[in-house]
DNA sequence: GACCAAAATAGACGACCGGTCTAATGGCAG
DNA sequence: CTGCCATTAGACCGGTCGTCTATTTTGGTC
């Protein structure tokens, strides 16, 4: 039997969906320990045997979380039944939905632990670091595809774009949910389609 | 003699001055009243005399700190040797020395604090929101001068055009910080520029 | 100059919490 | 039954915030 080795592994992810939970609403230094284990009705003593510690369990909430993320993305980016341009316009209205449902409160793990961390953990740095290229790759190859059909201006390189699409996004989400409003992410998603990805 | 009294505001002043340099860089929870104060050598019964709580506290960090930015980017967009948009790129391009100098550590208090507060504080929020406004403000007349000149399209709202710049720059400085490269800040200068400041 | 109320300083203290660690438990295989 | 390992349990340490009382300093008044 090994029941309770799925036992065990239910475990460990449930510990990691409910500190995903926790640290997108309470940043890292202000979640516990404590209360993602009462949220499973773990024990204190278990969470050790899982992690090393509570940077390693950051790093890998941040790793839970990218993977869910680009499961997200993907299929967006790379849906045939839309245009390029409107496979990135899907993807703000998408999460645009997901702000406003939310209230705008929490926002994106990754934007949040990166101010709070990046100057603390250099290993939780590189995590995020790393999490935000593969998000950069992502929208470089669509808009690559965008620039190849005309959608988009080819005058500038597609990875800059990206890069300016990916830095927009992330502030807009930042002040949406500091103003607790929803009109930067409006304002981004107008102008940005705008002025910047058109032909 | 009210050299007590000066004495006093000094107290008071240092405090805040310290403060700012800790929370920029530590943030809010992972700074301890303890560190502020063995910076300015203030024993502990002495905060609480001149501070209600650490939020209290916070708050006139965040006042303090957003005195002091806005001094220091008045100036640059009302400079009258230069056009506005040229005021525009100074701020940008002076930010990015900033950043250059502090190894792309620390950032903005506003931004960091943004992320970490909004949903925990409605005080907090509230003052960084204002804080935030306060900015739109200002860059929102510079470009409607620039507009008024012809220099930037008067096709959009001067007002959108504040807002997506503040969305980006604070995406470039969080992204700036985790990635610790410039390129994020650069990319932006170089394509807000090209692309969105233009007639 | 002497005095006093108020302001400011000083730092010990309590209560609490987070992270770590060691010891005990329990289930299962051989 | 026995040994082993995953898991549980909670004690422990260190550090935090905020309070408290005692002491010193100040500014104004007589």
Not at 128 to 154: H, P
Not at 171 to 192: C, H, N, Q, W
């Amino acid at each position: 039997m090994n029941a309770r080795v799925s036992t065990r592994q239910d475990t460990k992810q449930l510990l990691l969906e409910a500190g995903v939970e926790v640290m997108i609403e309470k940043g890292y230094t202000n979640s516990g320990i404590q209360e993602v284990l009462s949220k499973v009705g773990v024990p204190k003593g278990s969470f050790y045997h899982y992690f090393d510690s509570k940077e390693d369990f950051a790093l890998a909430i941040i790793e839970e979380f990218d993977r869910d993320f680009m499961a997200f993305l993907m299929p967006i980016l790379t849906n045939s039944a839309l245009t390029p341009k409107e496979r990135l316009r899907s993807f703000c209205e998408t999460k645009r939905e997901c702000m406003r449902a939310a209230s705008c409160r929490k926002g994106c793990l990754i934007g949040n632990l990166s101010q709070e961390m990046s100057d603390q953990s250099e290993t939780l740095r590189q995590a995020l670091s790393e999490a935000m290229e593969r998000r950069l790759n992502a929208f470089t190859v669509c808009i690559e595809e965008a620039q190849k059909i005309g959608e988009i201006t080819s005058s500038v390189d597609a990875r800059l774009i990206a890069d300016l699409f990916s830095s927009c996004w992330e502030g807009a989400m930042m002040r949406a949910k500091t103003a607790k409003s929803l009109e930067p992410l409006d304002v981004f998603i107008k102008l940005m389609f705008e002025l910047v990805l058109k032909n």
